[in-house]
């Protein structure tokens, strides 16, 4: 039985960056388990399992447009320093959770810190990057 839109399955995968550092796997928990082409994963991913049979595995190469986006400048942001308050303490590099006008939160790394602003960036931590991914179907229902 063939992977096909629709299909609710289950996969063991590792995600990996081009130079072989692992970022993701299922390795020691349970499968990843998610409804085809419903947009759970990334859309190269969705593509990737389409025609697979149950305990096929495959290696697909997702260039950031497949994966989470390119980087974009529009998601980088400064604020005014005096907007944190006197007692801020945060250092380049930290996560934030920064809540937008209509009530929701967004993460955001701190990128740069000076005397005038703070940056913020709300890229996705892996937009930009080409990501590749063994995948391996576990089951398909």
Do not use: C, W
């Amino acid at each position: 039985m063939s992977v096909k839109n629709g299909d609710k399955i289950k996969v063991n995968y590792t995600g990996k960056f081009e130079d072989g550092t692992v970022f993701d796997s299922s390795e020691g928990k349970e499968p990843l388990e998610f409804t085809v082409g419903e947009g759970i994963v990334v859309k190269g991913f969705d593509a990737a399992v389409l025609g697979m049979e149950i305990g096929e595995t495959k290696t697909s190469v997702l260039k950031p447009e497949e994966a989470y986006g390119l980087k974009s400048d529009e998601m980088v942001v400064e604020i005014p320093r005096e907007e944190f308050g006197a007692d801020f303490t945060a250092n380049v590099g930290e996560k934030l959770l920064i809540q937008l006008g209509d009530g929701n939160e967004i993460p955001v790394e701190i990128t740069e810190i000076n005397d005038k602003i703070v940056k913020l960036d709300a890229n996705h931590p892996l937009a930009g990057k080409t990501l590749v991914f063994t995948v391996t179907i576990v089951e398909v229902n």
